[in-house]
């Protein structure tokens, strides 16, 4: 109910910003929409451009733009979910088949690009210097990110700081750019363009934290993805991270060697030994941090339906573990 109450606050404009995006996927090439119809409505949350809608009228926003910039970061999002599925070789998301998986590696690729494109196109129609800044270089830093990622792939020696600039590249990067430019957009002055800049930012790690728990604790019904699935592919997050630097060498190795072959074969002894060290406690407890820091810019924006749904989102970042 916490999250309905969230989307009920800008419901006349997130449709608005639905019909907009569908409207702006139109392409002379058939499987150019194909392909992109079927990302865009997988059934993700729009959260990055929910972030929009709420940032820049919790700012005192009260034109049109901000649907358009809102749709802006939804093809951004979707861009890079096309590319890191190819990347990852994943044939899951969110409950279905990726289209890379349907439809093969090279037509995602370049659905991906025909989505920066016409992001970038969109992004021109605002007519605001200083947001093309934020987006043009976020954009720049998710893809930093992802090759940051690629390049520790199987390597059980990255370091938690590491980490923790791996996921802000990658994941928290486009939530700070959504609020961020929503602050822009109203013409929010320096202190709340930088409150509403650093909430994204730390709401974005919160989100990206979970996300690392539920690989270890969630399921494939709730999530859109098996547990294990970071594992599998080889990836060190924050859990193993802590599990590693708080066990025994031999449960140490057991993890490491899980880390350099990939797959899924020691998942049950890793699932123990993950448990038991209280790492996912402890990457909890870094999500709640940073949630509980994103709540706290908050604290000088008036009052407002929009910033009551800011607060709200930061509750139900870390509420999706039981």
């Given at each position: 109910?916490?999250?309905?109450?969230?989307?009920?606050?800008?419901?006349?404009?997130?449709?608005?910003?639905?019909?907009?995006?569908?409207?702006?996927?139109s392409?002379?090439?058939?499987?150019?929409?194909?392909?992109?119809?079927?990302?865009?409505?997988?059934?993700?949350?729009?959260?990055?451009?929910?972030?929009?809608?709420?940032?820049s009228?919790?700012?005192?926003?009260?034109?049109?733009?901000?649907?358009?910039?809102?749709?802006?970061?939804?093809?951004?999002?979707?861009?890079?979910?096309?590319?890191?599925?190819?990347?990852?070789?994943?044939?899951?998301?969110?409950?279905?088949?990726?289209?890379?998986?349907?439809?093969?590696?090279?037509?995602?690729?370049?659905?991906?690009?025909?989505?920066?494109?016409?992001?970038?196109?969109?992004m021109?129609?605002?007519?605001?210097?200083?947001?093309?800044?934020?987006?043009?270089?976020?954009?720049?830093?998710?893809?930093?990110?992802?090759?940051?990622?690629?390049?520790?792939?199987?390597?059980?020696?990255?370091?938690?700081?590491?980490?923790?600039?791996?996921?802000?590249?990658?994941?928290?990067?486009?939530?700070?750019?959504?609020?961020?430019?929503?602050?822009?957009l109203?013409?929010?002055?320096?202190?709340?363009?930088?409150?509403?800049?650093?909430?994204?930012?730390?709401?974005?790690?919160?989100?990206?934290?979970?996300?690392?728990v539920?690989?270890?604790?969630?399921?494939?019904?709730?999530m859109?993805?098996?547990?294990?699935?970071?594992?599998?592919?080889?990836?060190?997050?924050?859990?193993?991270?802590?599990?590693?630097?708080?066990s025994?060498?031999?449960?140490?190795?057991?993890?490491?060697?899980?880390?350099?072959?990939?797959?899924?074969?020691?998942?049950?002894?890793?699932?123990?030994?993950?448990?038991?060290?209280?790492?996912?406690?402890?990457?909890?407890?870094?999500?709640?941090?940073?949630?509980?820091?994103?709540?706290?810019?908050?604290?000088?924006?008036?009052?407002?339906?929009?910033?009551?749904?800011?607060?709200?989102?930061?509750?139900?970042?870390?509420?999706?573990?039981?």
């Amino acid at each position: 109910m916490t999250t309905q109450r969230i989307y009920d606050t800008v419901a006349e404009d997130f449709s608005r910003v639905n019909d907009l995006i569908i409207q702006r996927l139109s392409s002379d090439v058939p499987l150019v929409e194909k392909i992109a119809h079927y990302i865009i409505e997988s059934g993700g949350k729009r959260l990055r451009p929910l972030l929009v809608l709420l940032s820049s009228q919790a700012a005192g926003y009260s034109g049109s733009n901000h649907l358009k910039l809102a749709a802006v970061i939804e093809f951004l999002h979707t861009a890079t979910l096309l590319h890191d599925d190819v990347v990852d070789t994943s044939d899951m998301r969110r409950g279905r088949s990726t289209a890379n998986a349907r439809w093969g590696n090279a037509p995602s690729v370049l659905v991906g690009d025909f989505l920066y494109a016409r992001a970038f196109e969109m992004m021109v129609e605002l007519e605001s210097l200083a947001i093309m800044n934020v987006l043009s270089h976020a954009t720049a830093v998710i893809a930093e990110g992802e090759v940051m990622q690629l390049m520790n792939v199987k390597n059980p020696d990255l370091t938690e700081d590491d980490y923790m600039t791996v996921i802000h590249n990658k994941t928290a990067m486009l939530f700070e750019a959504a609020s961020h430019t929503g602050a822009l957009l109203a013409g929010a002055d320096d202190a709340q363009e930088q409150m509403l800049r650093d909430y994204g930012k730390h709401l974005g790690l919160a989100f990206q934290l979970v996300d690392d728990v539920l690989d270890y604790r969630g399921d494939a019904d709730t999530m859109g993805k098996n547990v294990g699935d970071d594992l599998a592919e080889g990836k060190t997050t924050l859990p193993l991270i802590h599990a590693m630097a708080n066990s025994g060498d031999d449960e140490r190795q057991v993890i490491r060697q899980a880390i350099r072959k990939g797959g899924l074969d020691d998942l049950t002894r890793i699932l123990e030994i993950v448990d038991r060290s209280g790492a996912l406690d402890y990457t909890m407890a870094r999500a709640r941090a940073e949630a509980t820091r994103a709540a706290e810019c908050l604290a000088d924006l008036p009052a407002s339906d929009h910033k009551r749904a800011l607060t709200l989102l930061t509750e139900v970042a870390v509420a999706r573990v039981s």
